[in-house]
């Protein structure tokens, strides 16, 4: 069976909530919907305080080509505009809701209806996705018609899907696997049409037998687009450890996946697009894992965006009282949350419980110099040298050691026998990093 070639570990699934069936969410009592859900230029809020919004309105315009415009998850009257702590500890500009009942903008079609044909050109096509403020739904949350848009001289080739979902604990796309195959594959269908490609590959990690099975069952009238099992190897969800196990080519350092013709996209963020282009429905809900060993309702939700986390843990049984941190996402790429007041934004693919004594960090010690975080990094750097060139602030020497190619998978710091807090180090001096080169365009 398939995988990528560099590093990778292999982390305990702990998929605790597989054979959960996604469940609706109660509406929030207020919605928080943050006005930056995305890579890229922030929003314009296009609505004032007292405002009365329906569920699917626009709220906040897109604030150039790499952005994204953000909808109203529910129907209601703005309360204010101010901000809160998002998923990632920062104060950021976001609408308050106070949801009354759930009146949907006319046009989006809610029936459960299969539409399986598109008759829209591919312009048109990007034009819809672009509008209904889809993003990258496995977290990266990059404006998904930019990577529609290829740059001149560019051709895709290829869409690769990452139905891989190679983090522990999260399962949000498997069961969106098994609970929408069919309109994945009209959401594929689609894609092809306009990025112009002939192939289409799904990878899925073999831990998900029944979701390779129905989907190489729905796919089968399109020989075009092939249900490939990959071997389970973390960190396989990373763009550019899916394009080498599905097609085999490799993706060099500093350049985009479409320098070698491959597109990539999420299942969930296929699926939003099918919605989007068949249904009219922009992206305002997503499927959130929520889970933990001691939650006494884990389970796989659908979830209106700007619902505060406290409302989602809540729903799922309450905080135990053993909690140690609450994480945004899964274990290994997640961040633990400042506060549970942090709303589910665009990104959110899952919230995660961890036990006081599965949270508690080793004692770090020095680097024995094992090289095991250099066997272990799928993006070939060494993390050890990273790591100390973040902490004495080498901010020039860690470009040239190539720190902005590191996907912060957490690999590094999963296999350090010294308990180094490598990923922390290395995340520090990304933002560092990235400035640095910023600076130097102004
Ligand atoms: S976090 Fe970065 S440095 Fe560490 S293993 Fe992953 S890619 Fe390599
Ligand atoms: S794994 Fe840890 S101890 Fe080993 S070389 Fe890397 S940083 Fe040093």
Request: glycine share 10%.
């Amino acid at each position: 069976m398939r995988t990528f070639t560099i590093g990778g570990i292999h982390p305990p699934e702990c998929k605790l909530t597989a054979g959960k069936s996604i469940v609706d969410m109660p509406l929030p009592k207020q919605a928080v919907v943050l006005l930056g859900q995305h890579i890229g230029a922030p929003t314009q809020a296009v609505v004032e305080k007292g405002a009365m919004v329906k569920t699917g309105q626009l709220l906040a315009k897109a604030g150039g080509f790499v952005s994204a415009n953000i909808h109203s998850p529910v129907s209601g009257k703005v309360n204010k505009i101010a901000e809160v702590v998002d998923a990632s500890g920062y104060p950021r500009p976001a609408i308050f809701i106070d949801v009354e009942g759930d009146e949907w903008m006319e046009g989006i079609d809610r029936s459960e209806d299969l539409i399986s044909e598109c008759d829209l050109e591919p312009a048109a096509i990007v034009q819809k996705i672009n509008e209904a403020g889809i993003v990258g739904m496995g977290g990266a949350c990059f404006p998904a018609h930019v990577k529609l848009t290829p740059p001149p001289g560019k051709k895709a080739e290829i869409l690769v899907v990452n139905g891989v979902e190679c983090e522990p604990y999260l399962t949000a796309d498997h069961r969106l696997m098994l609970e929408k195959a069919p309109e994945i594959i009209v959401g594929i269908r689609i894609l092809m049409k306009a990025l112009n490609v002939d192939k289409a590959v799904i990878g899925i990690e073999c831990n998900k037998p029944d979701a390779i099975e129905l989907l190489q069952h729905i796919a089968k009238p399109y020989p075009a687009i092939e249900v490939m099992p990959l071997q389970m190897h973390y960190p396989q969800g990373g763009e550019k450890q899916l394009i080498e196990a599905t097609t085999g080519r490799q993706v060099p350092s500093g350049c985009l996946p479409i320098e070698v013709g491959a597109v990539v996209q999420n299942v969930g963020t296929i699926f939003a697009i099918y919605e989007a282009v068949q249904k009219n429905k922009p992206l305002f809900e997503r499927i959130v894992t929520v889970t933990g060993k001691s939650l006494s309702n884990a389970g796989n939700f659908r979830v209106r965006m700007g619902t505060p986390i406290k409302e989602l843990l809540d729903f799922a049984g309450g905080l135990p009282e053993n909690a140690g941190k609450v994480i945004s996402g899964g274990p290994m790429m997640g961040k633990a949350l400042a506060s549970l007041d942090a709303p589910v934004a665009k990104g959110t693919s899952g919230v995660l419980v961890m036990d006081e004594a599965d949270s508690k960090r080793g004692q770090a010690s020095d680097c024995i110099r094992c090289a095991k975080c250099v066997a272990a990094c799928p993006m070939g750097l060494e993390p050890y040298l990273l790591g100390a060139l973040s902490e004495h602030k080498d901010w020039e020497g860690a470009e040239k050691q190539h720190m902005m190619d590191c996907i912060e998978c957490g690999c590094c710091t999963f296999t350090c026998p010294a308990n180094r807090p490598l990923l922390d180090y290395l995340r520090i001096g990304k933002a560092k990093v990235g400035a640095l080169i910023r600076s130097r365009k102004q």
